[in-house]
């Protein structure tokens, strides 16, 4: 094996960041044909391809993800370099990508990134999405865990790993100039509006087998897929909400909403995702494990 060029490996690794050969020859200032050359030179310098093409797109092959682990890794390094000998003696400045999706609760996601909130040395970013949208992110080492509300399984290409970090009941809630007198479930919800999350929803499906088993036909006004959304909804219209308790507990604490019902079966998972990776982020470890310490 040739010694390896970095400039060659700089180029592969603005390649796999914008996954195509245009954008990246963009980006660098150099000809597609230039970035096209020096990216198999470096090929033949590692004895492997490092793309393959997929519906006209480059797809990393498995030399290519393990070699981008390496670049991200060096690069990482040189960038802590330069920044520990401008400021002097500042603490090495360590980075979190964390993909969340974009329906989970942001009081979920602050309490987990909560223990590194004002850390000295810490640089926390959060980018919403997808959840195929993020495991991408995370197969391709741009995110170091996904946090999501259901368990994502393994497969022959992906090792996934999916940490149930924390389970919160569902409840239904309203104002309480909305509630009115007493409530029971199920009878009590015969005709009454709600706002559901949408059928996509883990929560939704587990509420629609409970409401089948009940006999119970509620009237669906909206159905929100966002639970930010969702609380907006609970605060401002007229219908009961089902929503994870999390979700509204600033509002329940503050009198602006009440508990109408509590469900014992329907319960929402929040998950943090993770894959195999040679150099994993220290960080996720210590927030998962810290999540974990919450719930004994």
């Not at 993800?65 to 500042?90: H, N, P, S, V, W």
């Not at 979190?96 to 989970?104: H, N, P, W």
Request: hydrophobic fraction near 45%; glycine fraction near 6%.
């Amino acid at each position: 094996m040739d010694q390896l060029n970095y400039h060659h490996l700089r180029y592969f690794y603005a390649i796999a960041r914008e996954g195509n050969l245009t954008r990246a020859a963009e980006k660098l200032r150099v000809s597609q044909s230039a970035l096209s050359s020096q990216l198999r030179k470096l090929e033949e310098s590692l004895g492997e391809a490092l793309f393959e093409r997929e519906n006209k797109r480059l797809v990393l092959t498995e030399a290519g993800k393990i070699a981008l682990d390496y670049a991200e890794t060096i690069f990482k390094a040189g960038r802590e370099l330069q920044a520990t000998l401008e400021q002097g003696t500042r603490r090495k400045l360590q980075v979190l990508r964390i993909g969340a999706v974009a329906t989970l609760s942001r009081n979920f996601q602050l309490a987990f990134v909560e223990p590194l909130i004002d850390q000295p040395g810490v640089e926390i970013v959060i980018r919403s999405g997808t959840l195929g949208e993020l495991l991408k992110g995370l197969q391709h080492h741009t995110l170091d865990v996904v946090l999501a509300n259901q368990e994502v399984p393994r497969d022959a290409e992906h090792a996934w790993h999916s940490h149930l970090l924390d389970e919160q009941g569902v409840s239904l809630v309203a104002r309480p100039d909305v509630a009115g007198a007493a409530f029971e479930f199920p009878a009590g919800l015969n005709g009454v509006p709600v706002v559901l999350p949408t059928l996509e929803s883990q929560i939704r499906q587990s509420f629609e087998l409970l409401l089948a088993r009940e006999g119970v036909h509620p009237q669906v006004v909206a159905e929100v897929d966002d639970m930010a959304m969702l609380r907006l909804m609970a605060r401002e219209s007229r219908a009961h909400c089902l929503v994870p308790r999390v979700v509204v507990q600033d509002e329940l604490e503050a009198g602006l909403l009440v508990e109408r019902h509590r469900f014992s079966e329907v319960r929402e998972g929040f998950y943090a995702i993770t894959t195999e990776r040679r150099f994993p982020n220290e960080l996720v470890r210590i927030l998962i494990q810290s999540m974990l310490d919450e719930r004994r």
